[in-house]
């Protein structure tokens, strides 16, 4: 999906008002603040300037925010000079439980279809799933899925045997297990990450 013809679900182009925009810069400059400890070195202040000059990305924030992901700093890409959102969210989002895990998946079931797919949901925000070792990753500043459980990006040779892969936290360790890709529970949902 280009730039240019991304919609959000309500048919509109990807951008805030300004209210919207101060809410969201707003909400991630006080987690930033609260998490210091996810972001040793990292200033807010070049942070906020890279968002202000990245609409889309913005919006896509904004998205995370709105789900119920708590997206924070997480790390600074050096190469790239990219900033790397997470969600980090106590629980896996809210806003994006019982979902299976893509559009095969979702197609694959006859009656009792789950409202949307993960990878689905994930593109139209404009995030990308985290992968296992991201997710390990985030385990590593916090306690993260206690009680339920995310979604991870699978690879290809599992899902084309109809398998899918998500992880939590149990007994102080990460667990990583599979489900057939159209299962969905209403404790699963799927964890984000955003390049700003």
Sequence with gaps: ??????????????????????????????????????????????????????????????EMERTGGEPDVV???KKTAEYIFYDCSPESPNGRRSFCYDHEALESRKEHKPKDSAVDRAAAMG??????????????????????????????AIRKLGGALFCDRRYDTVFVYHNGAESYYAARAFRGSLRV
């Design 75 to 77: 790390g600074h890409d």
């Design 127 to 156: 995030v990308e799933l985290l992968t296992e070792e991201q997710y390990r990753e985030l385990q590593t500043l916090g306690k993260f899925d206690t009680k339920t459980s995310s979604w991870v990006r699978t690879p290809s």
């Design 1 to 62: 999906m280009s730039a240019t013809t991304a919609r959000n679900m309500n048919g509109n182009k990807r951008e805030l008002s300004p209210e919207q925009r101060e809410a969201v810069l707003g909400a991630l400059k006080a987690r930033f603040e609260t998490n210091v400890h996810r972001h040793k070195e990292l200033e807010w202040a070049n942070v906020r300037a890279k968002l202000q000059v990245s609409a889309e990305k913005l919006w896509s924030l904004n």
